[in-house]
């Protein structure tokens, strides 16, 4: 399997459920990213990882929990979400540094019911 | 102010014509810019890269960054109904270091 590949790609759940998105990129990149799009709303960084290390959390609420075991494996552990959480959630990797092209997975389609 | 600015459009271009989409950006340190391409239900697809000033040419894809205007643009040449989607301009490096900024895409229809 090449790229970026994402799972579940469609996921419902409750507000009271725990669930986990999962990423694996297969690009021999080192960086990997968690973000959000919104309807009507520019795509969203959520979190930043180099060399598995987290370098960025854009003041996403606690019910969000990243997981970088590995440099190509990104989990998004969720728990208690509101529905305004219902969104698309894109993976993507690259080359750890600056300016590096990003290269997206399929997306998870959540609906927070 | 925006960081990242895109005319949301839509923009409506016949089949075969050019279509331009533009981009501007706030941070003058800015040094890469990017063109994504996200068919309705799916992912962005990364279609053009640029680096430098000036016009850089892939296929009927060409990237123009103007760095002085803190400007940079997408011209589609012979423009397909296969080209109608949301185009996506990212900007990295300056004082986002190691992220990229999105705008808000451009809708483009192109009608046969």
């Known amino acids: 399997e090449t790229g970026v590949t994402q799972t579940p790609r469609h996921l419902v759940m409750g507000m009271t459920n725990k669930k986990s998105l999962k990423c694996e990129q297969h690009l021999g990149h080192n960086a990997m990213y968690w973000y959000k799009q919104s309807a009507k709303k520019p795509l969203e960084l959520m979190f930043v990882?180099?060399?598995?290390?987290?370098?960025e959390n854009n003041s996403v609420p606690s019910r969000f929990s990243p997981e970088c075991p590995n440099s190509s494996h990104l989990f998004l552990h969720l728990h208690t979400l509101q529905p305004e959480d219902s969104a698309l959630y894109l993976c993507?990797?690259?080359?750890?540094?600056?300016?590096?092209?990003?290269?997206f997975g399929p997306g998870t389609r959540l609906t927070v019911t | 102010q925006k960081e990242v600015e895109q005319n949301s459009g839509p923009l409506s271009v016949p089949e075969g014509a050019i279509a331009s989409l533009n981009c501007t950006y706030s941070?003058?340190?800015?040094?890469?810019f990017f063109w994504y391409r996200q068919y309705s239900g799916k992912s962005p697809e990364l279609i053009m890269s640029?680096?430098?000033?000036g016009d850089k040419e892939d296929g009927r894809f060409t990237a123009q960054l103007n760095k002085a205007s803190q400007y940079v643009s997408l011209l589609i040449r012979d423009s397909q109904p296969s080209d109608s989607a949301t185009y996506l301009c990212?900007?990295?490096?300056?004082?986002?270091?190691?992220?990229?900024?999105f705008g808000q895409g451009t809708i483009l229809t192109v009608h046969p």
């Open positions: 941070d003058r340190v800015s040094q890469s």
């Open positions: 640029i680096y430098s000033n």
């Open positions: 990212a900007v990295a490096g300056g004082t986002s270091y190691g992220k990229l900024t």
């Open positions: 993507a990797s690259s080359q750890a540094g600056d300016g590096y092209e990003q290269y």
């Open positions: 990882y180099n060399f598995k290390e987290q370098t």
